[in-house]
């Protein structure tokens, strides 16, 4: 083209040196260039934007957001140039060398982000589907990305040294120990997210609690290095990859899939206040309708007992009789399985734990219908207030550790003493 051009002004008698025709292709390969990016970018793209912030589908707006045509048009343009180059400039000069190899090295460049932007669109529309969450998508994408910038970059480098990518790619053998240190943590995150992935270890969205690294909360992402966790009071904790294999963590997963969340507490009993029920607490404990059932049918069996047995009742060491905390546990077992907020296809118990010295524990094990969070302390401090309200009715009493206000109370009477004396 170069040349077509200087014969073409000769015919108008108008002599230039080889230099004005080479600025003369030049300038036109940069108008040609300039024509083509507004046409691209202030009219192309310009409507494929306010298409896609219009559009409610995801794929569109995921386009526009991560500029795919954008980058694929500064490619087309980097394309555009290196076929300009080739066809308008003599074969083998300098110039071309100089003009090729700068696009492209723009070509691979822009390829390269284009695929990151490719990338970065499946990855949300992927998200958008429920078996996204089964999979580590964003660390595999992203190990995808750091392949392919290895690659490019290997590329450019043997296109800026005139030596073919395969020799680079051998030297790289010698070179494996010090690549192995520096993409360490990528290598390993990618190994973790596949094991995640392959035996449905994590997903996002998963409760995970890991006390080593401060961790309780839900999922929000698993890259390729980090998984990151929102805890519950709104801070986030990034974990390693690999340290979801090679250390413990617990998953509630299972716990939110089940429908229902364990409550495991228990109150401690005075011991002093256990005793047998007398036959007026029993007529007392009778009128209630949780407990008539349990009374009836435990006096009869304690009356056929005693009565086969044929032992002197008039010693409280003989026979079998009622106590108020095998009553009480007998109410609140009966009082959960009427409980609206407990699971009851689940495992429910009332059970007596090995006596402390602050006193016998009796422990609620129970399931709540719900698990969410909210909802299930406020099913279990129902439960609790409920307990701690009616132990009097059984006349027992609950161990607490005497307080400073017990102390003064015990002492006001001597000082009274005292000061009377």
């Known amino acids: 083209m170069q040349q077509q051009i200087t014969l073409w002004l000769e015919k108008f ?34 409507a494929i934007q306010r298409r896609g912030q219009r559009s409610q589908r995801v794929w569109q ?15 087309l343009q980097g394309v555009i140039i290196n076929l300009q180059a080739v066809l308008w400039l003599h074969a083998g000069s300098e110039t071309q060398a100089i003009i090729v190899t700068a696009a492209q090295v723009w070509i691979m460049g822009f ?3 284009s695929l990151f932007s490719l990338l970065d669109t499946l990855l949300a529309m992927l998200r958008q589907s429920p078996i996204s969450n089964q999979l580590p998508l964003r660390g595999i994408f992203q190990g995808l990305k750091l392949v392919a910038a290895i690659l490019i970059g290997i590329m450019i480098v043997s296109l800026l040294m ?8 051998s030297g790289l053998g010698a070179m494996t120990a010090v690549l192995m240190l520096v993409f360490k943590d990528p290598i390993l995150g990618l190994v973790a997210g596949i094991q995640l992935s392959a ?8 409760w995970l ?12 992402d698993i890259g390729l290095t980090t998984v990151k966790v929102r805890n519950w009071d709104n801070t986030v904790t990034t974990i390693p990859t690999y340290a979801l294999i090679s250390d413990s963590f617990k998953n509630w997963r299972s716990m939110s899939e089940s429908g229902g969340r364990r409550i495991k507490r228990s109150i401690n009993i005075d011991t002093t206040s256990v005793h047998f029920l007398s036959g007026e607490e029993q007529q007392r404990l009778n009128r209630n309708p949780l407990l008539q059932r349990y009374l009836n049918d435990k006096t ?5 007992h005693n009565q086969q047995t044929g032992v002197d009742l008039s010693s409280p060491l003989n026979g079998r009789r009622l106590t108020n905390l095998g009553t009480l546990r007998a109410y609140l077992v009966a009082y959960l399985r009427a409980h609206p907020g407990i699971h009851q296809n689940m495992t429910l118990m009332v059970r007596q734990l090995a006596p402390l010295p602050e006193g016998l524990p009796l422990e609620i094990y129970a399931f709540t219908n719900t698990t969410v969070w909210a909802e299930y302390e406020s099913i279990q401090s129902d439960i609790f207030d409920h307990i701690l309200a009616v132990i009097n009715e059984f006349d027992l009493r609950v161990h607490q550790t005497p307080t400073g206000n017990d102390m003064r109370s015990m002492l006001n009477p001597l000082r009274q003493a005292a000061d009377i004396s």
């Open 13 to 46: 008698g108008l002599e230039f040196s080889g230099v004005m025709s080479l600025l003369m292709v030049l300038g036109l390969i940069v108008l040609i260039s300039v024509v083509i990016h507004l046409v691209l970018h202030r009219v192309v793209l310009a």
């Open 162 to 169: 005139g030596k073919s990518p395969l020799l680079l790619l």
């Open 61 to 75: 707006q995921a386009i526009t957001q991560y500029k795919l045509f954008q980058r694929m048009a500064l490619l």
């Open 209 to 220: 609690e890991m006390p080593k690294y401060g961790a309780d909360g839900a999922v929000t």
């Open 111 to 113: 390829a390269l982000l």
């Open 300 to 304: 009869q069996e304690l009356s056929q």
């Open 199 to 206: 035996n449905d270890m994590l997903s996002i969205g998963d």
